[in-house]
C-alpha cells in the first residue's frame, strides 16, 4: 500500500469505543501529510495540516510508517537516535496499533 492508500483507509479501518475523548494526530510521512482526528465513535482523516497544535505529532519515513501502522512495529531506540522517528508523545503514538486494524493487508 503506498502513503496516501493507507491514509484514505484508515476511516474504513477505525475500531470506535476505543478512546473516550477526541484526539488529533498529524502526520508527516515523507513529502506526505496528513491530520486525522479520531472521536470515540468516527475518525476523519484531512490531507495536509489542518489544526494548529495536534495532540500527536509524528514525523517519519514511509518505510517506518508502513511497519508501525501494518505491522504493528514501533520503531527501536536506534531508529529514534537517528532522527528517523520523531514524535511529540509516544503514548498516543502506541495507542495506534489499537485505534486501526490493518490485520490482512
Do not use: W
Not at 14 to 31: A, E, M, Q, V
Request: positive net charge; contains cysteine; charged residues 30%.
Amino acid at each position: 500500500m503506498t502513503i496516501p492508500q493507507l491514509f484514505a483507509a484508515m476511516s474504513t479501518r477505525y475500531r470506535p469505543g476505543k478512546i473516550d475523548r477526541k484526539l488529533t494526530y498529524y502526520f508527516s510521512i515523507g513529502d506526505h501529510k496528513y491530520t486525522v482526528v479520531v472521536e470515540p465513535q468516527s475518525c476523519k482523516v484531512e490531507e495536509g495540516k489542518t489544526v494548529e497544535n495536534a495532540d500527536c505529532v509524528l514525523k517519519t519515513t514511509p518505510e517506518l510508517f508502513e511497519k508501525m501502522v501494518i505491522h504493528g512495529k514501533m520503531p527501536g531506540p536506534i531508529d529514534i537516535a537517528r532522527g528517523k522517528v520523531k514524535t511529540n508523545d509516544t503514548g498516543a503514538l502506541m495507542r495506534l496499533r489499537e485505534l486501526f486494524d490493518f490485520s490482512g493487508v
